[in-house]
Nanobody, 122 residues
Framework: VQLQASGGGLVQTGDSLRLSCAAS????????MGWFRQAPGKEREFVAA????????IYADSVRGRFTMTRDNTKNTVYLQMDSLKPEDTAAYYC????????????????WGQGTLVTVSS
């Protein structure tokens, strides 16, 4: 499946932003979907994942309570609503699809989109 992430931008501390990731070229609903991020000079890290039906979600401790991941299988799209943004949220955000297990390990994801850059100024 091909993934196209969008919605990044420059915001201030405390602002909100919603990322979108549109999928094409496959059966979207069979995929577990995840968001990862990579800050400059750091390794890529898990942000959130959502099950095929959308009924189960997991979040990194650093974003739990501030970020919400949802999916719309009728639109082949997942979203990441990011509230109360902090400078440490600055990173390139990547969406990913897995046809295997529901989890937070990037090795478990099969397809990756290009990143969308989020910059949070203090």
């Amino acid at each position: 499946v091909q993934l196209q992430a969008s919605g990044g931008g420059l915001v201030q501390t405390g602002d909100s932003l919603r990322l979108s990731c549109a999928a094409s070229g496959g059966t979207f609903s069979v995929n577990v979907m995840g968001w990862f991020r990579q800050a400059p000079g750091k390794e890529r890290e898990f942000v959130a994942a959502i099950s095929r039906s959308g009924g189960a979600k997991i979040y990194a401790d650093s974003v739990r309570g501030r970020f919400t991941m949802t999916r719309d299988n009728t639109k082949n799209t997942v979203y990441l609503q990011m509230d109360s943004l902090k400078p440490e949220d600055t990173a390139a955000y990547y969406c990913a699809a897995s046809r295997r297990a529901f989890g937070s390990q990037d090795g478990g994801y099969d397809d990756w989109g290009q990143g969308t850059l989020v910059t949070v100024s203090s």
